[in-house]
T-cell receptor, first 117, second 114 residues
Framework: NAGVTQTPKFQVLKTGQSMTLQCAQDMNHNSMYWYRQDPGMGLRLIYYSASEGTTDKGEVPNGYNVSRLNKREFSLRLESAAPSQTSVYFC????????????????FGPGTRLTVL | AQSVTQPDIHITVSEGASLELRCNYSYGATPYLFWYVQSPGQGLQLLLKYFSGDTLVQGIKGFEAEFKRSQSSFNLRKPSVHWSDAAEYFCAVGPRSGTYKYIFGTGTRLKVLA
């Protein structure tokens, strides 16, 4: 099992460009998450999907959109990148179900390091 | 408001010394508690977790953590630190029901002196 995979690993964008970060998990997890990590700020939740077909905003959703394509895949889109979106982006998944409590840990991908010039 | 506090941004210890990383949380009920480790350039790896039962939990790489309800704390410990333990450590809480959000602390960066 590959666990949680993310593509690309690195990306440099110019201000105003768009891009999609891809995430896939092969653990049959219901819930998937997108975080950004900035120095001194820990992980901040951008969006999450409790189950296939649902998405919800997290702590810092502005400037981002997400798509839960199927149970395996959860993508994050930057429509018009800004320098403030320079960060490391992590995708995670967990076994938390729509009607079950989040009693299991999250599994993280290796991250995407994004620089917006 | 729900929150996780890791009061120490940086900690430096000598190899072979003991280690304790602090974590305090604010939550309406007893949450699920986690410690993750992140090596440079890597994703987060779970060290250990607490759901219920014995308040002293053992994890991987020789780490342990103790849940203290009265202090709302979940401190991470290791009796003897190895140079390979240099990394960033994150405490997190997860909900037992309702929302599916996990809340992370801001992390503690550990430096190990040879």
């Amino acid at each position: 099992n590959a666990g949680v995979t993310q593509t690309p690993k690195f990306q440099v964008l110019k201000t105003g460009q768009s891009m999609t970060l891809q995430c896939a998990q092969d653990m049959n997890h219901n819930s998937m998450y997108w975080y950004r990590q900035d120095p001194g700020m820990g992980l901040r939740l951008i969006y999450y999907s409790a189950s296939e077909g649902t998405t919800d905003k997290g702590e810092v959703p502005n400037g981002y959109n997400v798509s839960r394509l199927n149970k395996r895949e959860f993508s994050l889109r930057l429509e018009s990148a800004a320098p403030s979106q320079t960060s490391v982006y992590f995708c995670a998944s967990s076994e938390a179900g729509y009607r079950r409590s989040s009693y299991n840990e999250q599994f993280f991908g290796p991250g995407t390091r994004l620089t917006v010039l | 408001a729900q929150s996780v506090t890791q009061p120490d941004i940086h900690i430096t210890v000598s190899e072979g010394a003991s280690l304790e990383l602090r974590c305090n949380y604010s939550y309406g009920a007893t949450p699920y508690l986690f410690w993750y480790v992140q090596s440079p350039g890597q994703g987060l790896q779970l060290l250990l977790k607490y759901f219920s039962g014995d308040t002293l939990v053992q994890g991987i790489k020789g780490f342990e953590a103790e849940f203290k309800r009265s202090q709302s704390s979940f401190n991470l410990r290791k009796p003897s630190v190895h140079w390979s333990d240099a990394a960033e450590y994150f405490c997190a809480v997860g909900p037992r029901s309702g929302t599916y959000k996990y809340i992370f602390g801001t992390g503690t960066r550990l430096k190990v002196l040879a």
